[in-house]
Nanobody, 126 residues
Framework: QVNLVESGGGLVQAGGSLRLSCATSGPLFSSYATGWFRQAPGKAREFLAG????????VYADSVKGRFTISKDNVKNTVYLQMNSLQPEDTAVYYCGADLSQIIGVTSDYEGYDYWGQGTQVTVSS
């Protein structure tokens, strides 16, 4: 079991920035990749960015490249998502997930993630 807790969501004006945090904890000696997803009302959960256990590999959705940045504090096992140039279309509940099958790499596939946090709301006003 991997526990994940998201924080940092809120209300921001279009063009603004927000940094989300995902605090993770897992079994002793476990390794897992972590990804950020979002889900707007009536839509499927959308992959945004992922990072490997070591932090050495990252993957981004084309839609957020150059605008969102994922990073990891390897001591705290906390993953961050820096979001810049936010637009109303970015409004959604943002989730982080963990993939225990990924020891080295990271996947963008929703089905690859085993555990999820509760989500944090991001609302961007026009």
């Amino acid at each position: 079991q991997v526990n994940l807790v998201e924080s940092g969501g809120g209300l921001v004006q279009a063009g603004g920035s927000l940094r989300l945090s995902c605090a993770t904890s897992g079994p002793l000696f476990s390794s897992y990749a972590t990804g950020w997803f979002r889900q707007a009302p009536g839509k499927a959960r959308e992959f945004l960015a992922g990072i490997s256990w070591s932090g050495g590999s990252t993957v981004y959705a084309d839609s957020v490249k150059g605008r969102f940045t994922i990073s990891k504090d390897n001591v705290k096992n906390t993953v961050y998502l820096q979001m810049n140039s936010l637009q109303p279309e970015d409004t959604a509940v943002y989730y982080c997930g963990a993939d225990l099958s990924q020891i080295i790499g990271v996947t963008s596939d929703y089905e690859g993630y085993d555990y999820w946090g509760q989500g944090t709301q991001v609302t961007v006003s026009s």
